[in-house]
């Protein structure tokens, strides 16, 4: 696969066909792949958008379009040529053999720059996994050298072509890689159990690229994640506990940022790392108000949420870089929300009292009393539930505690059990 991540810069023309999208959200589209290119360390000195019923089957755009291609090319020295869709194998062939330079699609763009960003052992099969599941169907289009003959004892068998070894070998490759990928799925699944087991409240950040989810996580739980303007700069996920005004702990993990058209072979890769997100107890969707098209990344996330099947966990709406939104910002008033800026103490301060609040509704009221004895007891309640009332009995020797607990934890089972006996002793 061609990578575009080298040390020197390349010059890159982008390419954009408009088939059915309005004129803004296609200009939306193009300055995203222009982005896309930058953060894979091109710099794009051109770029070519047509307006079509249809796109060509043979070359993705018109015949003229790709004439002014070529002269582009030439005239600006391009190194790259880079296309704001996914292309066919037969579609890259062509194109290869009519600019003579690199030719790689959106979802080549976006593997390319998860491939240069993965930390983590898993992060890094995850992405080979991906990059093979697209290279698959489009040896053919990688030109003739690859379907040359060749013969041999024990390796090729008699006849068998250059592309047909090539095919073995990523299919053998995709099936070491999704071995080693298990080994590790199952081991974050008892992680995920032992979570459960010790009724950890899970809380996810979800929302597209850049819009500084790896910030909020950061100044909220001090966790030292990679911050960068820039699109994908988190891929692995990081879970830190975070304490909330009353005391509660949660588990906060953030999530691989979105985008349009997201490829499904990354979605399929990256499917253990999204568990992330099924698995939660709450959604903190994050969106940046500082971006003209806030409104279609809300929208796009939403419906990957909903593809997750995920749509039924609670959710938080966290409007940010609010010292930057744009004139034409008007919040989905659908949605529970806040607007923040991720750099106000503030806002901070604001957004947990938010997610305690959201909790608190998720959560039923309780009014126990725990003995003096019993102190170990006493800190699980302050940092499983939400203790709004904590009064000493000096007669009884015993704490009367009220507040609000999840139903079905183990607490709450053990809290249900003391108010039930509390209640027959009254009768």
């Known amino acids: 696969m061609q990578e575009i991540h080298q040390h020197n810069i390349e010059r890159v023309i982008i390419v954009g066909c408009n088939i059915q999208k309005t004129d803004e959200q296609f200009q939306q589209s193009m ?19 047509q307006k079509r019923e249809r796109i060509e089957s043979s070359t993705y755009i018109g015949k003229g379009k790709t004439q ?7 005239e600006l020295e391009a190194d790259v040529v880079i296309f704001n869709d996914e292309l066919t194998s037969s579609q890259m062939r062509n194109l290869h053999q009519i600019c003579k330079i690199p030719i790689i699609d959106r979802t080549q ?13 898993e992060g890094k099969l995850q992405v080979e996994l991906a990059q093979l599941s697209y290279l698959l169907p489009r040896l053919t289009g990688q030109g003739q050298a690859l ?9 090729r068998g008699p006849g068998e072509t250059q592309l047909e070894t090539d095919r073995r070998h990523i299919r053998r490759r ?10 590790v799925v199952d081991h974050r699944e008892r992680y995920r159990e032992r979570r459960k087991e010790n009724d950890a409240i899970q809380v996810a950040i979800v929302g597209y690229t850049n819009v500084g989810k790896s910030t909020i996580l950061n100044r909220l739980t001090e966790a ?3 911050e960068e303007n820039q699109l994908f700069a988190t891929l692995d996920p990081t879970t830190r506990r975070l304490t909330l005004p009353s005391g509660l702990s949660v588990l906060l993990s953030d999530t691989v940022g979105f985008i ?16 992330e997100l099924q698995q939660a107890d709450f959604l903190i969707h994050v969106v940046d108000c500082s971006n003209p098209d806030f409104d279609q990344q809300e929208r796009t996330v939403r419906k990957l949420i909903q593809e997750l099947k995920a749509d039924a966990i609670p959710q938080l709406v966290v409007y940010n870089k609010n010292d930057q939104k744009t004139a034409n910002f008007i919040p989905n008033h659908h949605e529970k ?3 923040i800026s991720a750099y106000k103490e503030e806002d901070l301060s604001l957004l947990l009292c938010e997610i305690e609040n959201e909790l608190k509704s998720l959560m039923i009221p309780f009014s126990v009393d725990i003995l003096a004895t019993e102190g170990k007891l006493l800190s699980q309640c302050r940092q499983e539930a939400i203790v709004e009332k904590q009064e000493w009995d000096e007669d009884g020797h015993y704490y009367a505690v009220e507040g609000f607990m999840f139903e079905k934890s183990a607490l709450g089972h053990l809290f249900f059990e003391r108010m039930k006996k509390k209640e027959l002793q009254h009768v």
Do not use: W
């Not at 300055?31 to 958008?49: F, R």
């Not at 002014?68 to 030439?74: M, N, R, S, V, Y």
């Not at 349009?260 to 890769?269: F, G, M, R």
């Open 147 to 155: 379907s040359r003959l060749g013969g041999g004892i024990g390796t």
């Open 31 to 49: 300055e995203e792949l222009k982005s896309l290119a930058e953060t894979a360390k091109g710099k794009v000195v051109g770029a070519i958008e």
């Open 260 to 275: 349009q058209d997201l490829p499904t072979t990354l979605i399929a890769a990256f499917r253990s790392t999204l568990e």
């Open 174 to 183: 995709m099936n070491e890689i999704e071995r080693q990928l298990k080994t």
């Open 337 to 339: 929300s806040v607007q």
């Open 224 to 226: 030292g994640t990679l």
């Open 68 to 74: 002014e291609l070529t002269a582009l090319i030439e």
């Open 109 to 121: 763009l976006i593997l390319d720059i998860f491939a240069s960003r993965a930390q983590s052992r």
